[in-house]
């Protein structure tokens, strides 16, 4: 059963406390006063399933559960310490809406929220808090700066003989737990990690060896990693048989548990059959298209984006639109919800995306600034009526604009540092492509709500 709103904050036990305690520092008051619009709270509501809103066991309130999550993306803290400070501060738990005697949800609970809302309900979470902000707090934008960047993916530093050396041994603990489900006499998966592990050292200390050196440690490093690939191979032929051991036997009790377990099997041994097909080209000296650099978060891709101090990033790519109300040096405006695909999207792609919800929130701007990878001839057609600067590619004829609208582009780079920094935009905790848009969502939500709050206190 849904809960929108929570208990009753204020008890007995308050009239003991001292007013400073009973009272919320000031940013926490201004972010209270912003979140305490239930019409905030409607995209949830919507999106819950229509069966479960009325009956069964009742969730924690979703107005504690969005300012728990504005807390942890605006102090950084995990999902464990999150809970341990919220139980132990005054100031947080009448912030979050929690009395003296209520207990904090637990981590998992928290966790698994934001896994099932997903990242459409944090995207119309953030429209409705623009949209309310342009018409009853006097926000009215004027310009836009647009910029991408790459968030990461929680995964290592991928190399095929390490992905295969991960797949066989995914593959073994899956074809165990498929094989208790099954019974006696089920197919074996035999886990190969071990021999796996050992080409993967021997590669390791040859490339630690030969760097810089002429020889035949290429030819050596190629054929250890084949080696890996056939191993794999040896291990998906099992896990096909044992799949389809366990959907003979879904029958009776405990047949949709053996059919799921099936199915996760399944969709891991393609993950390892993409593997050995990219060892199998880059031994044959093919290009990889469309590498596969995590089985655990196999939406993720390499982004080379020519930094000299991470040639190439392994994640995401998202489009970040700042509307602001004016274009001075230190002008802070409203993030827009992200535009995002799979891959490596140039700029082009993403920005008709970016201009729809510029048309969905009703906005229209005086000009807009973009860097030089963007197109003039899309931004010009895609915003009529807009003054449109590309830098280097179209950009006023007099010095004064030119140099307003150049240094205000600039700050998007910078917009995007204070977001990786303080608001968790460097590397997303979330797997696959919608835990990355929801970790992201979280993120400008959080910032958007301090930008307000801080308008709060220029106009006060």
């Not at 008051?29 to 509501?45: C, Q, S, T, V």
């Not at 006499?185 to 760097?211: E, K, M, N, P």
């Not at 995007?416 to 905790?429: A, T, V």
């Amino acid at each position: 059963m849904l809960r929108l709103a929570g208990e009753q904050v204020e008890s007995l036990f308050d009239e003991a406390l001292p007013i400073e305690v009973r009272e919320l520092p000031a940013d926490l008051a201004r972010l209270d006063g912003l979140l305490a619009d239930d019409a905030l709270l409607e995209p949830i509501a919507a999106r819950w399933e229509a069966a479960s809103r009325d009956r069964g066991r009742p969730t924690i309130a979703m107005a504690l559960f969005v300012r728990l999550m504005v807390i942890k993306q605006r102090t950084g803290w995990g999902y464990e310490t999150l809970v341990k400070e919220v139980s132990d501060s005054l100031h947080l738990r009448r912030f979050c809406g929690l009395s003296l005697t209520a207990s904090v949800p637990h981590e998992s609970t928290i966790r698994k929220l934001a896994r099932r809302l997903g990242s459409e309900v944090i995207d119309e979470i953030t429209r409705l808090l623009i949209g309310s902000a342009v018409r009853e707090r006097r926000f009215t934008p004027r310009a836009m700066r647009v910029d991408s960047t790459v968030v990461e993916a929680d995964v290592r530093w991928p190399s095929d003989a390490a992905l295969a050396h991960d797949a066989a041994r995914a593959l073994a603990r899956a074809g165990a737990r498929v094989g208790a489900l099954v019974g006696t006499g089920a197919q074996r998966v035999r886990d190969r990690s071990r021999a796996a592990s050992r080409r993967l050292r021997l590669i390791s200390r040859t490339v630690g060896r030969r760097i810089g050196q002429a020889g035949g440690a290429r030819e050596q490093v190629l054929a250890w990693t084949a080696e890996t690939g056939e191993l794999v191979r040896a291990s998906i032929r099992e896990a096909r048989r044992l799949v389809a051991e366990a959907r003979a036997k879904a029958r009776g009790r405990g047949a949709r548990r053996k059919l799921a377990a099936a199915a996760r099997l399944q969709e891991l041994a393609e993950r390892a059959e993409k593997v050995c097909r990219q060892i199998a080209q880059r031994v044959a000296g093919e290009k990889i298209t469309d590498r596969l650099v995590s089985l655990a978060d196999p939406d993720a891709r390499p982004i080379g984006k020519g930094k000299l101090g991470k040639r190439y990033e392994f994640g995401y790519v998202f489009q970040l639109a700042e509307i602001t109300e004016n274009t001075r040096r230190g002008a802070r405006g409203l993030i827009l919800p992200a535009a995002t695909k799979i891959g490596s999207p140039n700029e082009p792609e993403l920005l008709p995306a970016t201009v729809g919800e510029l048309d969905r929130l009703g906005v229209r701007l005086r000009e807009a600034a973009f860097d030089g990878g963007f197109e003039p001839a899309q931004a010009n057609q895609l915003l009529p009526g807009t003054a449109v600067f590309v830098a280097g590619r179209q950009q006023p004829t007099t010095r004064r604009p030119k140099k307003r609208l150049a240094g205000y582009r600039v700050g998007a780079e910078g917009r995007i540092s204070h977001l990786k920094r303080s608001y968790g935009l460097s590397r997303s905790r979330l797997r696959g492509h919608d835990g990355a848009r929801t970790w992201v969502g979280w993120g400008l939500l959080a910032y958007n709500l301090d930008t307000l709050a801080a308008r709060t206190v220029q106009g006060a």
